[in-house]
């Protein structure tokens, strides 16, 4: 067996570092064309979902394949409100959770632990994975606005039993209900994240997924490979360099040919896929020029768009959707660290998606990796080395 592994690995049609050009799988939900800055969710393209669709639409549309019915989307709009409040034992981890603790790490473990009191949460039928997911959607808003709180020395808020969960996301983390352009702007930022094919935290979630391991195991092991810097946690390192900027009264242009010259790495910028602009970049661009206007806060809008042309002019890089929604969430009072749990929260609808595609037919994910270390070395007894 040993020999037939190793011709098998000998005759690889492909060896890509960090996967790269590898179809490992086919997919339904969504559908990247880098050259063109294109990126379609079930056929519609994102900038048609941003602009008419709500978050829940969306989801509904990657659960399902279609667009919700008035009956549908309000059947769902139901069980995720629901579904919302967490178990007492959870919000007793987000209690005893140290206030310095990674809100990324945080998450991953509430997510965990919401396991423990599901009754579901080791069927595997179809059904039974679906209630679940809309569990896991409905409860990641509730963990993170309750941690934030808590850390805070606050009390958490209770969710409503009404309204978006953009609504009530922003209700819960800030105590007050937000108003009609806040609560839309978060919503769309919801519909933009909520996909974006085989990335690395949906490939982590389908290749737990793929060895029939359960949907919190895997979407808590996606959030683990979302919480790096080299993919969703870049938006937090870019507002970041806002803040230093502002801090500095510098030039945001000089500011990042600085950083260049020393060979430092300005983040939201660049793509694995995008040769062009990332679309829902060119989206949220025009969506944090209108809420600086309406936030009077002006000057973050001002230093990203200086950047953004610097970093264009000089280096010929595009911005990716991380640059733009780091000022957006911002402005919606949003404390940096807690960007990229608000990109787990969307992505959920992705992960959870990919799980139900791949259990609809299910392959274990099993690559090889090229031997490189050495061979043909005789073990010697502790006592002779």
């Known amino acids: 067996m040993a020999d037939q592994d190793a011709v098998k690995e000998k ?203 359960d949907m919190y195991s895997a979407v808590s092991g996606a959030i683990g490979a979302l919480k790096g810097p080299l993919h969703g946690g870049a938006n937090r390192e870019v507002m970041r360099m806002l803040l230093d900027i502002d801090e500095k009264g510098a030039d945001p242009a000089e500011y990042v040919r600085e950083r260049l010259a020393n060979k430092e790495k300005v983040m939201g910028f660049g793509h694995r896929v995008y040769t062009t602009m990332d679309p829902r970049a060119a989206i949220l661009r025009d969506m944090v020029e209108d809420l600086s206007e309406e936030k009077n806060q002006r000057k973050w809008y001002d230093y990203s768009l200086a950047i953004m042309n610097t970093m264009i002019g000089d280096k010929d890089i595009n911005p990716n959707v991380d640059f733009f929604s780091a000022s957006t969430y911002y402005m919606l009072g949003l404390d940096p660290d807690l960007f990229t749990p608000i990109f787990a929260l969307s992505r959920t609808a992705g992960w959870t998606a990919h799980l139900l595609e791949q259990w609809s037919d299910n392959r274990l994910i099993r690559p090889r990796a090229e031997y490189v270390g050495p061979k043909g070395k005789t073990f010697v007894p502790v006592k002779d080395r």
């Open 11 to 213: 005759d690889a049609p492909i060896k890509a570092p960090g996967l790269k050009g590898v179809v490992a799988l086919e997919s339904e939900l969504s559908s990247i064309d880098g050259e063109k800055g294109e990126l379609i969710y079930r056929g519609y393209t994102i900038e048609d979902l941003a602009e008419h669709a709500t978050y829940e639409e969306v989801v509904y549309l990657l659960w399902n394949g279609e667009l919700p019915t008035a009956s549908e989307l309000e059947a769902l709009q139901h069980r995720l409100r629901a579904n919302r409040a967490l178990p007492d034992e959870v919000l007793d981890i987000l209690r005893n959770a140290p206030a310095s603790a990674h809100p990324m790490a945080v998450l991953r473990t509430a997510v965990s632990a919401l396991s423990f009191f599901d009754d579901e949460a080791e069927v595997m039928e179809e059904e039974a994975n679906r209630r679940k997911a809309t569990r896991l959607l409905a409860a990641m808003p509730t963990i993170i606005a309750a941690f934030d709180r808590l850390r805070k020395d606050q009390e958490p808020v209770a969710p409503l039993d009404e309204g978006s969960m953009a609504y009530n996301f922003l209700y819960m983390l800030n105590g007050e209900k937000p108003g009609e352009a806040a609560e839309r702007t978060f919503d769309v930022c919801l519909v933009l994240h909520a996909d974006h094919g085989l990335n690395a935290s949906t490939f982590t979630s389908r290749v737990i997924g793929s060895t029939l391991s």
